[in-house]
C-alpha cells in the first residue's frame, strides 16, 4: 500500500459510517466521484493485502501441519502393518477370525474369490458376438452381466476364464483370489 492509499484509509477510519453519515454522503460531481474511486482502491488494497498475508500464514500453518503429521502417519503405517501381520497369522490359524476386537479398535479382514476380469474388451466383444450373446452388448460387453455367466476353472495347472459351455473366454483373465484388511479405531 502506497502513502496516498494509506491516507485514504486513514481518512476513511476517522469518518464514523453510521447510516447518517452514509445519507450525507453523495457523489454530485467529478471530484466526489474520482474521491469515491480513490476510497474504493484503497480499501481494496488494504484487503488485497490482508488477502496475502492470510495467504502465507495458511501456507506456513500447512508447512508446520505436514511435518507434524509426517511421523504421525509413518507411526500409524507401522502399527496397521503390524496389525494386519497378526491378522493374517490368525486368520492362517482359525478361518473364521474375520474380524478382530478390542476396546480400542477392529481389524475386518474380507477375502474375495477369484473372479473373472476383463483384459481385452475388444477380444470379448469379439466373443460375445460370435457366441451370440447379443443381449449382453451395448456400445461395449455388458462386463457385470457377462461375469455373472462365466466361471474360473483350472486347467492344466493355471486358472483360466470359460463360459457356462466351458469354453475358453478370449480378453478375460482371472483375478486372483485377495484378503484385504482394513482397522478402524
Same mark, same amino acid.
Given at each position: 500500500m502506497n502513502a496516498l492509499e494509506r491516507i485514504e484509509i486513514e481518512e476513511l477510519e476517522e469518518m464514523e459510517l453510521t447510516e447518517e453519515a452514509k445519507e450525507r454522503f453523495k457523489i454530485t460531481d467529478l471530484d466526489s466521484l474520482n474521491w469515491a474511486f480513490r476510497k474504493i482502491a484503497a480499501?481494496?488494497?488494504q484487503k488485497?493485502? #490482508?488477502q496475502e498475508l492470510a495467504k502465507a500464514e495458511m501456507e506456513r500453518?500447512?508447512?508446520w501441519l505436514d511435518g507434524e503429521e509426517k511421523p504421525v502417519n509413518n507411526s500409524i503405517s507401522f502399527f496397521e502393518g503390524l496389525i494386519k501381520l497378526?491378522?493374517?497369522e490368525q486368520l492362517d490359524k482359525d478361518p473364521k477370525a474375520k474380524t478382530l476386537k478390542t476396546p480400542y479398535g477392529k481389524s475386518k479382514s474380507t477375502t474375495s474369490k #477369484? @473372479?473373472?476380469d476383463q483384459q481385452d474388451k475388444e477380444k470379448l466383444l469379439a466373443y460375445v458376438k460370435d457366441s451370440g450373446l447379443t443381449d449382453l452388448i451395448k456400445e461395449e460387453v455388458k462386463w457385470g452381466d457377462l461375469k455373472k455367466t462365466l466361471k474360473v476353472v483350472e486347467i492344466d495347472g493355471k486358472q483360466v476364464v470359460v463360459d457356462g459351455?466351458? @469354453?475358453l473366454v478370449e480378453g #478375460?483373465?482371472?483375478k486372483p483370489a485377495d484378503t484385504s484388511y482394513k482397522v478402524e479405531v
Open positions: 480499501l481494496n488494497e488485497k493485502e #490482508a500453518i500447512k508447512t497378526y491378522h493374517m #477369484a @473372479q473373472p459351455d466351458g @469354453q #478375460a483373465s482371472v
